[in-house]
Every structure is written in structure tokens, then in C-alpha cells.
């Protein structure tokens, strides 16, 4: 059997994209994963579901362009490309930039036209083509002669469907039931479905429902087995290092054998939230840890225990889970909490929530098990929408199923003072096929000026609303600031570009 190439994956990825049937989607991915050697198969997944094995290798956008001309046969293995990308994982210290460039280079002059697409697609983090954990359980499953239930049981346990995939791959059942809860491992979180207020959650769920507090901050697992405390982030990364407030806390706790799952946040002194940006910020300095504790203290809350004393509590539902977390874990770092069956009650809560600067709040239904790295029914979110009528300054073409048309859009508020527009963003959610192929056919009647093979710049005319969940500092564009989570509400040809919201007032939603 030889070796699948990373050429084999990009026509995968290519097909899975272009297929919007799921089932088709299934079928490509599992005739991949049927063929891959088990030495690749945690790679082949990795990169099919859109990450890498080793999470972040330190390569910015601005490494990335000016790619040099690729091969013209394809020959790169996964093992091979992996290693490039350690090796420029490995490089720090002085001159390491330098080495990462020189060393991205040499990874993209060895792979096709084809190749390079797929590989700065999966490094910008924009591999998103319905191959993500639903899909790709199917499809390992499929590839593996395994029952789906058992690779998602093994997948809650060890949170990394790559390691889980390639393990039933490679030792079918009897390997994905070796799979537990292991303290210093993290499983992928639980995650929460949305509502659009309190009364439509209570109802999703059913009527009874503990409210909590949607703390706006960095979302943490803590393990802790005697002395030893570790800290990871949803994305499974360890930042044990960047919270020793969250570490203390942990060690102060009278059990010694727990895994936790909640929420550090960098609080005001009115115990108002900062900025998301400043909490990112502070989590994310691996740098004078003991002086930006001084002017950045994190807090720390807890909403939900894994683990406790020894004993696996997933399986368990919310309101048990709850009980265990309240015998562990003082008040004071628990997420407030409301147990209502009245939407009056709820609306309530949610109001006061709000008006302390937090986000919202997340709606349990208390008989619900902890579904880690699922979407889980029992958990519903309600935020309060804030939205912006802003104006489109270029187009990006599509890629898969958006192949051919216009779809992520350049978004800019009005400058009163010049007259010009400050872009806060990009985005293609929220398109429906409908308004795709409407825009594709407006934006090209208004395309002006030099347009490349990847953006249309156009004439700032169109207004379109947008919802977005908050702003935050960010270096990348020219206001400094940029739209947390935006999508498409509608476009507002009933406005002109003059009446469009200005850079002033997205800015004091800065602060």
C-alpha cells in the first residue's frame, strides 16, 4: 500500500467542499482514511477536520505571502510536511522569524499549486468544509467497521478526535474503549446551542432550567491530581504557566483529585469585565507572569466539575454534577446561578447579567449529561444582539461549495472627520445561496479599481447589517479594532453609505 500524499488529501478536501450532500461528504472522507497508513492517520484527520497536530506553529499571514513557485508533481507525504511543520513549530529565540520564513519556504516548494491552497487554507485556519467532528466521526467509523456511538464515547474521553480516529483505525473497538478520563488530559468542552431570549431557551428545554452567568472571558479545564495543577484552554493548549490565580485556587481546594470546567476573566475593580481583548491579552503572555498579575488580576469562576475524588461524573446529569461542584469548590468561584421555570424570573436575571457587562447567560437543563465536543441539547445560550449597519469595501471569491461566487465581505465604518471608511472585518456567515448569487452579480457592477485572484474591491455603496457579538482590540486593521463573530443580517439598499454607522460609535463599544 502506498503512502497517501498530501496531494490525495487536497482532492479530498476538494471533493468534500464541493459535495453538500452529507452522506457524499462521508463517503470521500472514509475512501481517504480507508487507505492511509496508520502512522498518518492522526495527521490525515488533523488536517482534514482543519487543525494541526501541533495546534500553532508561529506563522503569521504576512509569513505567507509571497509563496514561491510550487512543484509541478506532487510527491510531499504527510509525515514529511509534518515535520516541516515542527521543525518550524521548534524554532525560537533570536533570529527564529527569520528561520520560520526561510522554513515556510521550503514547505511550499515542495508541494503542487494545489498543495499550497490547501496548506495556507489550513494554517489561516479557513479549512472549514463540513469535515469537522460530526461529519469525520461518521467517516471514521465507516473507514474503521466501527459503530459511530463508540467512536464518539472514545472521542468525549480523549477530546482529540485525530488520536480517537486513528486509534479505531488502527485497533478498532476494543482500542477506542481504552479511551477514560484521564486526570492531566483534556476532553474537548461542552458546548452551548442558541436561543434568541430567556423564554424561547426555557421552552427549548423543556421549562425548568439552572441560568448562568455568560462570563466574556477565556474558557479553561482545570486538572488537578495532588500537587499537580493543569490548565487548558477549549482548544485543548496548556496555559498552566499564564493563570497562577486559577492554579492556586485549584490547590486550595480540600480534594485532590478533580477536573473542573469554567472561566477566567480579568475583572474592573467595580467587578465589571474589561475588554475581552485585555483578558486574551493577559492569558495569552507567556511573559512577566508575576507583573501582569499585578495590573491584570484574573478571577476565576467554575460552572461545572468532570471529576471528582476518583470518580467520572459525565455521564451524570447537570443538577448532580452541580452538587458535586458545590461540596468542592468555594461560592465565591462558582458562576452565579438561577434555577427558574419563569420566563419572568429568567428575563430578569438576564437584565441584571447584562447590565453588570457580561454577555448573557447559558440556559441547563438539569438532566443533562455532559456531551463534550458536541453542540449538546441541554445547553442553551442568550446574548443580547448588537448590530451595525456597515458598508462593503471589497468581496473575496468563495472556495468549495462557494466556488464562483462572492462571499466573504470586507466590512468598513464611516469616518465623519475624513470622509473614508475603516474596515472592522471580514465575513461570509450568514449568507444564504440566495444572496450569494445576488451579491456575486451587485458587487461585480461595482468592482473598481485592481482586483487580484482572491479580492474585488468595490466602489463603498452598499450597505448591509450586521450582528456581531462584541469588538476588541486588534492590530490587523487600520481602526485598531475589529468585529468579534459578525454575520449577515440583511443588506439595506433603503440607506446610503452617508447614513452607514460611524468608526466613533463602534469604538465605544470598545469600552
Sequence with gaps: MRHVLLIDLARTSAAVAADSARLAKIGHLAELLSRVQPAEAEIAIAYLSGELPQRQIGVGW????????PRQIASASLSEIDGLLSRIKAQTGPGSQAARKRLVGELFRSVTRQEQSFLLRLLGGELRQGALNGVMVEAVAKASGTPAAEVRRALTLRGWLPAVGAAALTGGVEALRAFHLEVGRPVSPMLAQSAPNVPAALEKLGGLAALEWKL???????????????????????ISAQVPELVEAVLALPVDDIVLDGEVIALRPDGRPEPFQVTASRVSSRIDTARLRETTPLSVFFFDTLRVGGVDLLDLPDSERHEALARSVPAELITPRLVTADPEEGIAFFMEVVRRGHEGVVAKSPSTPYAAGRRGAGWVKVKPRHTLDLVVLAVEWGHGRRQGKLSNLHL????????????????????????????TERFLALAEGPSDELVVKVRPEMVVEVAFDGVQRSPRYPGGMALRFARVLRYRPDKRAEEADTVDSVRELLF
Design 62 to 69: 504576512r509569513t505567507l505571502q509571497d509563496l514561491p513557485e
Design 216 to 238: 466574556d472571558g477565556i474558557r479553561v479545564q482545570a486538572h488537578r491530581s495532588g500537587s499537580d495543577v493543569r490548565v487548558f484552554t477549549r482548544t485543548l493548549d496548556e
Design 412 to 439: 468598513g465604518a464611516r469616518d465623519p472627520g475624513s470622509g473614508d471608511f475603516v474596515m472592522l472585518g471580514k465575513t461570509f456567515k450568514g449568507l444564504t445561496d440566495e444572496l450569494l448569487a445576488w451579491q
